[in-house]
T-cell receptor, first 112, second 116 residues
Framework: GDSVTQMEGPVTLSEEAFLTINCTYT??????LFWYVQYPGEGLQLLLK?????DKGSNKGFEATYRKETTSFHLEKGSVQVSDSAVYFC???????????FGTGTQLKVEL | GAVVSQHPSWVICKSGTSVKIECRSL??????MFWYRQFPKQSLMLMAT?????????EQGVEKDKFLINHASLTLSTLTVTSAHPEDSSFYIC????????????FGPGTRLLVL
């Protein structure tokens, strides 16, 4: 079945460092791909998405490019801030497009 | 736009009691709502999918008699944890989509349940 694999965390970076969180997927066809962010004690927020191959989703300085040749959707940010500390989830729609399958989440901690 | 609220945000109850959690879409009509459960430092586990006006579809292993879901209107779904026990303590999150087959889900802030 469709699945998402994320790199294990936690990831600890210094402020202004470059961030990459890896995400690869297994799916039938070419589904949309999503990154969600969960700040401490809160629900999930949609961070960005891409709906087809070679699309780049971007928001708040974060980017991810949908690469079908490597079945990847890695999340990147050029310069992280302490406020980016959160758990990041990669996801794709399953079950006919109605449900979401999430990766296990990657915790990011940014220190001064 | 696309705001989803949950109430309460925190609830503590005694073992054996029932707890109701509300999920509301504030600025859109949610044909479909989802209920998730999240354990500490783990991903979200989908419990059930609820379509307005019809019975919820539960995921395998989720007891429908224990987790009662009602989606009586296009802006409100409720999850009732019946006869709660300490093992039901968890973070419950709902999400909503504006239409059937729409992929983007908008999430509520979550409800933390502690059963003593």
């Amino acid at each position: 079945g469709d699945s998402v694999t994320q790199m294990e965390g936690p990831v600890t970076l210094s402020e202004e460092a470059f961030l990459t969180i890896n995400c690869t997927y297994t799916a039938t066809g070419y589904p949309s791909l999503f990154w969600y962010v969960q700040y401490p004690g809160e629900g999930l927020q949609l961070l960005l998405k891409a709906t087809k191959a070679d699309d780049k989703g971007s928001n708040k300085g974060f980017e991810a490019t949908y690469r079908k040749e490597t079945t990847s959707f890695h999340l990147e940010k050029g310069s992280v801030q302490v406020s980016d500390s959160a758990v990041y989830f990669c996801a794709l729609p399953t079950g006919g497009g109605n449900k979401l399958t999430f990766g296990t989440g990657t915790q990011l901690k940014v220190e001064l | 736009g696309a705001v989803v609220s949950q109430h309460p945000s925190w609830v503590i109850c005694k073992s054996g009691t029932s707890v109701k959690i509300e999920c509301r879409s504030l600025d859109f009509q949610a044909t479909t709502m989802f209920w998730y459960r999240q354990f500490p430092k783990q991903s979200l586990m989908l419990m059930a999918t609820s379509n307005e006006g019809s019975k919820a579809t539960y995921e395998q292993g989720v007891e429908k008699d224990k987790f009662l879901i009602n989606h009586a209107s296009l802006t409100l779904s409720t999850l009732t944890v019946t006869s709660a026990h300490p093992e039901d303590s968890s973070f419950y999150i709902c999400s909503a989509t504006p239409g059937r087959g729409r992929e983007t889900q908008y999430f509520g802030p979550g409800t933390r349940l502690l059963v003593l």
